[in-house]
Nanobody
Framework: QVQVVASGGGWVQAGGSQRLSCAAS????????FAWYRQVPGKQRDVVAT???????SYIDRVKGRFAISADNSANTVYLDMANLTDEDTAVYYC?????????WGQGIQVTVSS
């Protein structure tokens, strides 16, 4: 059974940086797409960044130039490096891993940016 475990997050001061990690285990297949989402109370979960197993990345405009998504294909692990954080980045972050046509979610991680 595939398990997706996210780590990182916590409190950070505005302007600071943080790294989130997400690892998928339980499958001998390489992921096809990893994605980071975030959600604030009362709003829907929105995608933030994605990466394919070929290294093709995409970002929402609000994080371009500040966030970087990367992956270790052999380990089915993805990272989200966040820099120059603002209070608008405060949210619960979720990792999603697409493996063999199915999407698996990791647990949410709270990121709080304090100004």
């Amino acid at each position: 059974q595939v398990q997706v475990v996210a780590s990182g997050g916590g409190w950070v001061q505005a302007g600071g940086s943080q790294r989130l990690s997400c690892a998928a285990s339980g499958s001998n297949r390489t992921f096809s797409v990893f994605a980071w989402y975030r959600q604030v109370p009362g709003k829907q979960r929105d995608v933030v960044a994605t990466i394919t197993n070929r290294g093709i990345t995409s970002y929402i405009d609000r994080v371009k130039g500040r966030f970087a998504i990367s992956a270790d294909n052999s380990a089915n692990t993805v990272y989200l490096d966040m820099a120059n954080l603002t209070d608008e980045d405060t949210a619960v972050y979720y990792c999603g891993a697409a493996i063999e046509g199915k999407l698996y979610w990791g647990q949410g991680i709270q990121v709080t940016v304090s100004s």
